[in-house]
């Protein structure tokens, strides 16, 4: 299991910036998937990004193409979301998950259950 620790959300306006951050330690393995998801209010948990960790295959859900970049930092354990030109619709949670059963593919259901472990979250807000 490992554990998942999100940081960087905040409040912000429409078209600012923010980069989330989340630390990852515990029992990793080699080829593994690391993904964004988040939750607005009253709706179900949708996935972001998700990218393999030991392989290629860097994916974004439909409504972050352009805007969002996933990344990771192997010597900090750390991987990002770079958020650009937010919008209203961007509000929620956001939470860092992790699959260690192994890598994620193209066309991979976003549904949450594709991933073993989550972090506690980071609210992003952006207003009008």
């Known amino acids: 299991q490992v554990q998942l620790v999100e940081s960087g959300g905040g409040s912000v306006q429409t078209g600012e910036s923010l980069t989330l951050s989340c630390a990852v330690s515990g029992n990793t393995v080699n080829k593994f998937c690391m993904g964004w998801f988040r939750q607005a209010p009253s709706k179900e948990r949708e996935g972001v990004a998700r990218m393999n960790i030991g392989a290629f295959g860097i994916y974004y859900e439909d409504s972050a193409k352009g805007r969002f970049t996933i990344s990771q930092d192997n010597a900090k354990n750390t991987l990002y979301l770079q958020m650009n030109d937010l919008k209203p619709n961007d509000t929620g949670i956001y939470y860092c998950?992790?699959?260690?059963?192994?890598?994620?593919?193209?066309?991979?259901?976003?549904?949450?259950?594709?991933?073993?472990?989550w972090g506690q979250g980071t609210q992003v807000t952006v207003s009008s």
């Open positions: 998950a992790a699959r260690m059963r192994g890598y994620c593919w193209d066309r991979m259901d976003w549904t949450p259950v594709n991933f073993e472990d």
